[in-house]
């Protein structure tokens, strides 16, 4: 019987570790895109994306810079900044020290919120 229970105890463990990668929701987001300048050009990480208004997603496992330009007017660039997920320390609980490195390697230890962002850009003297 205590047997029994010492493998349920582990087996729970082992199968409910890496937290982060298993509940994350937020992996990626979508944000919104908007500037005072319409349809100006969206870079996400130097690479073009449309124009605005735009919706780009971005991951969480690298920080992404989002910029926005126009002829004209002085660029403008917003770095998301990623967050570690509250997900990753229920690996404490339940996954120990496998779950971390499962969600470290994965990338499910970092979240990103989605929103909005509406750049006003200015225009060149």
């Known amino acids: 019987m205590r047997f ?3 493998i349920v105890v582990v087996l729970s463990l082992v199968l ?3 937290c982060a990668t298993i509940l994350n929701s937020r992996k990626s987001a979508s944000i919104d895109i908007d500037c005072n300048v319409k349809a100006s ?4 990480d130097g690479a073009i ?3 605005t208004p735009t919706r780009v997603h971005v991951d969480a ?8 330009e126009a002829d004209g007017y002085a660029a403008e660039s917003k770095q998301i900044e990623r967050y570690l997920s509250g997900w990753f320390w229920g690996n404490i609980l339940l996954g120990g020290v496998p779950g971390m490195l499962i969600d470290w390697i994965g990338g ?18």
């Open 61 to 68: 496992v690298d920080e992404s810079v989002i910029s926005v």
């Open 16 to 18: 409910l570790s890496a």
């Open 41 to 44: 050009t969206v870079r996400v």
């Open 4 to 6: 029994s229970i010492v």
């Open 108 to 125: 499910g230890m970092w979240s990103v919120d989605e929103g909005e962002i509406t750049f006003h850009l200015n225009p060149l003297d």
């Open 49 to 51: 994306v449309g124009t």
